[in-house]
């Protein structure tokens, strides 16, 4: 895993040129998070009398309380707090129950092959390819009928249902590399079915696990499809909440206040990336190259 | 060992895996079904299982709004995927240079991946906004002249998403073919530089050539983020101004849950799958003649 060419071997010219691409590109990526974290910290007169970059002369987390508490998204004016709320818990249960159930079925479908349980597995796959739109209006009716319509436990459902197909991938494919023989050893010591899952695999799953729990957890957390279609009120995810803040047409535009639920919004996930930014990568690549 | 239907460890991996299998066959494959019978129904207002055939289908290719949507999915993905591929595939040939903050850089170019659509289409609507955005702050910097109103003209609008949408996605191909780069064997390189190639032609004739599946996969994923694009459209334009920039996805939406328009809609998401299934297959055929060879 070496950086491959010679560097060493190019231009002193070619290499201050070569760091000066990757700076402006640097650049160029971090504007929008400057931006919005520059905008938040003005006021609104600031915002229309100075421009993007002008730097704020009285930075005041004032836009920031009012995008956490007072601020009017649709028809509330309590903020974004109750809808951060909301997405918090959409998100654990549904991120743990997927990421388990994903566990076992990888399990079964590695170690534990049966007739046809290769050609299930390709028949899950093409979960992970599905656009959802697809599925909106028999869902929609589904859940009308059990009684889940709006609700937080309803979402938890569809993101569970959902992500079962990435996160039985990721196991699978995990497991997939365990040697057989360990399996086999631990059967011939008399060893079953769940006993070679909690004591052999679960104990060496520990990178795969972060894999998947942070997949869906950006997943999940980010979702708008589904949090718009199904949830309405006050059980709505912070991404639709955001939305209706920011697109609301009543009263002053408060850019101040957008930016700051903007950020409010996007810190758990940029926060995990930040923490686990190598898992976040494998499981990007996993999920999307191999789905 | 013999194995009687009795033994656990023959039905229990089945017993296991039948939630699942249960689950996979009503809401991905039953439900799909359900969709595409109610794309032949007449449903309106409100779902109607009375059979129409392609009646929904004729209605959707008479909308002009369907078109406008189906040719912006077209601009606005030949364009995100031709520049994703393009900066992505730069920047992990520049970032392949013995770059000192390696680390540091390609956590710069990878963030943007972790938030979601909807604050990426949030913070570029601030600053491409005409009054307040970009178009002020080159004004101010003496351009005086400087207009960039792409945001809300009708015939520019669909370029605001794709330079969002590149925004966000060209360092997630950065780290693919980055990470492809690494996976070629470093003996042929060195072969090459005893022979005397240069810089350039090591990447011409040896590295390019030898990402072509990386190149692959990143054209399958991309295609297929830029099909799904939704919530990037509704936080960015709202699919305006007017419905100038309205997708698919938007499309599926406004005339599924919005307008009333159950057939229509059901009718518009069918299209999507098959679109969706028309870059799987040769991606699976793929796949599949790998493994046989």
């Known amino acids: 895993m070496s950086s491959r060419t010679a560097g060493a071997g190019m231009h002193p010219g070619w290499r201050v040129l070569t760091y000066a691409i990757l700076l402006v590109a ?15 910290l003005k006021s609104l007169a600031e915002i229309r009398s100075g421009n993007l970059l002008s730097l704020p002369q009285d930075p005041s987390l004032a836009a920031w309380s009012k995008a956490w508490g007072s601020a009017c998204t649709g028809i509330s004016c309590d903020g974004v707090k109750g809808y951060f709320w909301n997405s918090v818990k959409i998100t654990v249960p549904a991120v743990l129950i997927s990421t388990m159930v994903g566990a076992i079925n990888g399990y ?9 349980s290769n050609l299930f597995f390709g028949m899950l796959l093409v979960g992970t390819m599905l656009p959802f739109q697809v599925v909106l209006l028999p869902m929609a009716r589904t859940l009308g009928e059990l009684g889940l319509a709006g609700t937080v436990s ?5 993101h569970v249902i959902y992500g079962i197909a990435f ?22 010591d008399g060893a079953g079915f769940w006993r070679i899952f909690f004591r052999i695999m679960l104990p060496m799953s520990l990178p795969i696990i972060m894999v998947s729990l942070i997949w869906q957890m950006t997943q999940i957390w980010n979702d708008f499809l589904f949090g718009v279609v199904y949830s309405s009120g006050d059980a709505q995810p912070i991404t639709v909440a955001l939305n209706n803040l920011v697109n609301s047409t009543t009263g002053v535009k408060e850019y101040n206040v957008d930016m700051a639920a903007a950020i409010i919004a996007a810190l758990p996930t940029l926060l995990v990336y930040v923490l686990a930014g190598s898992y976040f990568v494998r499981g990007m690549t996993a999920g999307a190259v191999k789905g | 060992m013999s194995r009687s239907k009795f033994d656990p460890q023959v039905w229990l991996p089945k017993l296991v895996l039948a939630p699942t299998m249960l689950i996979t066959l009503v809401f991905i494959y039953g439900f799909v079904a359900w969709n595409a019978y109610l794309s032949f129904s007449k449903s309106r207002m409100l779902p109607r299982y009375d059979w ?22 077209f601009i606005f993905g030949a364009l995100f995927i031709v520049f994703c591929l393009i900066v992505g595939l730069l920047l992990a040939i520049f970032l392949d240079q013995r770059i000192r903050i390696e680390g540091a850089i390609r956590t710069v170019y990878l963030y943007p991946m972790a938030l979601s659509f909807v604050v990426t289409g949030t913070a570029w609507k601030w600053m491409l906004n005409p009054e307040l955005g970009l178009q002020k702050l080159l004004r101010d910097w003496g351009f005086e002249n400087f207009t960039f109103d792409w945001l809300v003209n009708p015939d520019m609008a669909i370029y605001t998403v794709v ?17 492809g780069m690494r996976g070629i064997d470093d003996s042929i390189v060195k072969a090459a530089q005893v022979d005397g190639a240069t810089l350039p032609t090591i990447y011409r004739r040896i590295i390019l050539p030898n990402l072509g599946p990386v190149l692959f996969s990143a054209l399958i994923v991309l295609t297929h983020i830029a099909i799904k ?51 799987i297959i040769p991606y699976l055929y793929s796949e599949l003649r790998e493994k046989r060879a």
């Open chain 2, 52 to 73: 129409a055939g392609l009646q929904q289908y004729e209605r959707l290719f008479s909308n002009d709004r369907w078109w406008v949507a189906a040719q912006n999915l």
């Open chain 1, 154 to 158: 309803g979402l938890i459902m569809v």
């Open chain 2, 229 to 279: 694009s939704f919530d990037l459209i509704v936080a960015l334009t709202g699919g305006g101004p007017g419905f100038s920039t309205d997708v698919p996805a938007t499309f599926v939406y406004a005339y599924a849950f919005t307008r009333g328009q159950i057939g229509v809609g059901s009718a518009a998401s069918m299209m999507m799958l098959m679109a969706v299934v028309a870059i």
């Open chain 1, 167 to 188: 996160t039985t991938l990721f196991f699978r494919n995990f497991y997939i590399g365990v040697p057989d023989d360990l399996v086999r050893a631990a059967r011939i």
């Open chain 2, 163 to 179: 330079i969002a949408g590149v925004w966000q996605s060209s360092g997630f191909v950065m780290a693919l073919f980055l990470a």
């Open chain 1, 108 to 116: 079964v479908l590695s170690k534990w092959r049966f007739r046809g």
């Open chain 1, 26 to 40: 640097a650049l160029y990526y971090l504007l929008p998070l400057f931006v919005m974290l520059n905008t938040s």
